[in-house]
């Protein structure tokens, strides 16, 4: 029986292509401790599309995640080189978009880094760009004199990394140099800082071994830097000052043999060694009547023998030539409604492993290509419909070991089928005891408890709930979602507020805690405030009239306010086509952000608001799994979500169907008479309650006393049976008392 190193799945380096191959790539198992001969043979890739669908640009990035994953698992000495051959480009083309794609990657890599606050990644030093770049080759100091020129840190050459990791510096692919980052994001040699150290990827390999000591605790930038074989058969060679055109045919021949070579050189090697990945590109500039002179399966079984994956590039037209083991497609769609262009690609055969169906956008970066996994990817489970088998032989009270596993994500896995086996039984007891003794428990709790639960973290840690604000413009959705996150904040719980087409600066000017009234000397220490009418700004002012700082002597709230502010976060997407899949990797990347060493993530997110999608994204719009999607992403994950909305937003109905809470709010005439009809409520035990509480005024809804942050409900709540008058616009103007629920008067007619 053979003993396998390697058993798993290996990394593309492309992490949404990993997940449509549903974990990544599935190699041929073997062992470095056996003969090549006796090893299973690699698997060949086809990528295919039509021109301009940046084909050779993914096929260099799984080239080099590939070999980068086995070279992390088998070491690097187990391994040969992976050979990149064209019959299209030259070898310094070749060279210059592995080199920009690299560099590009460890400085996003940086940025990502810095903000993981579990690890020690200040970078304060200028190892990474002392490296890479010329950082003894100032291009800047030609510049000096130009009034254009930045005025660049005295310590930028000293800590040049921490600018890199703050986005302050950034590489520029056009000009293959560090820039510094302007207001007008202009990339002229008036910004350039210092130009890329060498143009071919060979040279750096001696220099990144420098990369040691505290930057290998936290990435592994020397693994991003490895040899790889390009073509050096150039598309005219010259000889005796004569130029010969060699044709694409002849050319891949060259290419062949060299792979022949490569092959037999490896036979005469006492200990084996394995090339991780060769790619063949531009094979479409050989004309089809010669393309049939070759032997096919002959190449497919050289490729075969020689590497583990082979990737070969083709273009629409030899759409059955090869024989391959997984075939990726690649388009560009026209979208005319909107007049936009997307790039997508599909897993439109695959031997040996399963994918995701259908098709999944991606877009080209400076750092390489991002692919967005659709939106189906995310709302279905593997196997989940033959599974279902299981859950139904079951009762209800009875959780099987799949389910436990979907609630025990966080536990030990050598310990998780011991810990079901132990507990399965008294669970089930434990399940029904809840059931009934909650029912007793929630008729005699009152409907704030109801708000408290949804809006003040009251009894309840973030989930993955999804709560509903419904209402007419300025009906106080937002304050109440501001309230609820300082609630959140005071309770340890960052919160994300996601909203479309909003300046920072306006949302900033609203994050004003809706509790600051409540407390104890509310105002800080602002000269010139002076209103007699307010006894609380008096009394406050009083006490000091200096402008409040940091060391303020006086017992100014906002110092212990401010811990709250370090837990809200934004993250705004500005009005064009972005696509929900886009939408959603993004998104899950902020919330891949750790803020502390102990781990702590975004634990609710603030939709504001979902009527922005009716007219300014389109491509969301089109989606109508984009909803579906977003709540079922942030159940996975254990985030809360709320979502604010107008009455009238095109997707309130999807909304309302959707959401587990739904509170609707409208206005009195009085400015500071509110009312909350809570329509849906997840943790109701009788069915179809529907509270609805009215508040007198608004602002002290929130109080705080700086340990918690909690609601203050008023007592005039009722229990109604109905929310016809809201959604037929009876209430379209306010909560007048006069249009009360169920007692809306007759309209008179026009004749009378």
């Not at 309302?656 to 849906?680: A, G, H, Q, W, Y």
């Amino acid at each position: 029986m053979k003993q396998y190193d390697n058993i798993q799945k290996i990394s593309t380096g492309i992490s949404g292509l990993d997940k449509i191959l549903l974990g990544g790539l599935q190699l041929p198992m073997y062992s470095s401790s056996v003969s090549r001969n006796d090893k299973t043979q690699g698997i060949i890739i086809t990528l295919k599309g039509c021109k301009g669908t940046d084909k050779t640009m993914l096929a260099m990035q799984v080239m080099h995640g590939i070999t980068k994953s086995l070279r992390r698992y088998n070491g690097e000495d187990a391994l040969l080189a992976p050979a990149f051959y064209s019959l299209d480009k030259t070898h310094d083309q070749l060279n210059d978009i592995l080199l920009d794609f690299i560099i590009s990657q460890c400085t996003r890599k940086m940025i990502k880094l810095k903000q993981d606050l579990r690890k020690d990644s200040q970078y304060n030093n200028s190892l990474f760009a002392d490296i890479i770049f010329k950082t003894d080759q100032k291009v800047y100091t030609s510049q000096e004199q130009c009034d254009n020129t930045p005025l660049l840190p005295d310590d930028l050459c000293a800590r040049i990394d921490k600018y890199i990791s703050e986005g302050i510096v950034f590489y520029n692919i056009r000009t293959n140099s560090l820039h510094f980052r302007t207001a007008q994001s202009k990339d002229t040699q008036t910004n350039m800082l210092f130009e890329r150290k060498y143009n071919l990827i060979h040279q750096y390999l001696s220099d990144v071994n420098r990369f040691s000591g505290d930057y290998t605790k936290i990435d592994d930038f020397r693994n991003d830097f490895f040899d790889v074989e390009f073509n050096s058969t150039e598309a005219d060679d010259v000889h005796d000052n004569f130029i010969y055109t060699r044709t694409p045919a002849h050319r891949l021949t060259q290419i062949i043999s060299k792979i022949q070579e490569r092959q037999n050189k490896g036979k005469d090697e006492k200990e084996t060694r394995i090339i991780p990945c060769t790619v063949i590109d531009g094979i479409s500039q050989v004309r089809k009547q010669e393309l049939e002179g070759f032997e096919i399966s002959s190449i497919e079984r050289l490729l075969r023998d020689t590497s583990l994956v082979s990737v070969i590039v083709i273009d629409d037209v030899e759409e059955d030539m090869f024989h391959s083991d997984i075939s990726i497609e690649m388009r560009r769609v026209e979208n005319d409604e909107v007049n936009y262009t997307t790039h997508q690609l599909r897993v439109n055969k695959s031997v040996f492993q399963m994918t995701a169906y259908g098709w999944h956008q991606y877009k080209k970066r400076d750092y390489g290509i991002e692919v967005y996994p659709s939106s189906h990817l995310l709302l279905h489970q593997k196997r989940y419909l033959p599974q279902s088998i299981i859950n139904t032989k079951n009762g209800i009270l009875d959780r099987n070991y799949l389910q436990y596993l979907d609630f025990s994500k966080d536990c030990d896995e050598k310990e998780q089928y011991v810990d079901y086996d132990k507990r399965r039984v008294i669970e089930e007891y434990n399940r029904l005891r809840y059931l009934y003794v909650s029912r007793f428990y929630k008729a005699l709790s009152t409907p704030d408890d109801v708000l408290g639960y949804l809006l003040a973290q009251k009894n309840t840690t973030p989930d993955g709930k999804t709560i509903a604000i419904i209402g007419y413009p300025n009906t106080f959705k937002r304050f109440l979602a501001i309230g609820s996150s300082f609630c959140a904040a005071r309770k340890g719980y960052h919160t994300l507020f996601l909203t479309f087409d909003r300046l920072s600066s306006n949302l900033l000017q609203q994050m004003q805690c809706p509790a600051f009234v409540s407390m104890e000397k509310t105002l800080p220490c602002v000269e010139g405030i002076t209103d007699e009418q307010d006894e609380k700004i008096v009394n406050y002012t009083s006490v000091g009239t200096g402008q409040c700082s940091l060391s303020c002597p006086y017992n100014c709230s906002l110092k212990k306010c401010k811990r709250c502010y370090d837990y809200l976060h934004v993250f705004n997407v500005n009005m064009g086509c972005i696509s929900a899949d886009e939408l959603l990797y993004y998104l899950e990347e902020q919330l891949e952000i750790y803020f502390d060493k102990q781990g702590s993530k975004i634990k609710r997110i603030i939709f504001d608001d979902l009527q922005k999608v009716d007219f300014c994204f389109p491509l969301l719009k089109s989606n109508d799994l984009f909803f579906a999607a977003l709540k079922n992403f942030c159940q996975k994950k254990g985030v809360d979500l709320m979502i604010l909305c107008d009455k009238k937003a095109g997707l309130v109905d999807e909304l309302i169907s959707l959401s587990e809470n739904v509170i609707c709010m409208c206005r009195d005439k009085d400015p500071r008479k509110v009312t909350f009809l809570i329509e849906k409520f997840a943790g109701n035990i009788l069915p179809s309650q529907i509270y609805e509480i009215t508040t007198t005024h608004i602002y002290d809804l929130f109080e705080c006393d700086f340990s918690n942050c909690r609601l203050t409900v008023p007592d005039n709540i009722e229990e109604i049976g109905s929310m016809t008058d809201f959604w037929n616009d009876s209430w379209k103007d306010g909560c007048h008392k006069e249009n009360h629920m169920g007692n809306v008067p007759k309209k008179e007619s026009s004749e009378e």
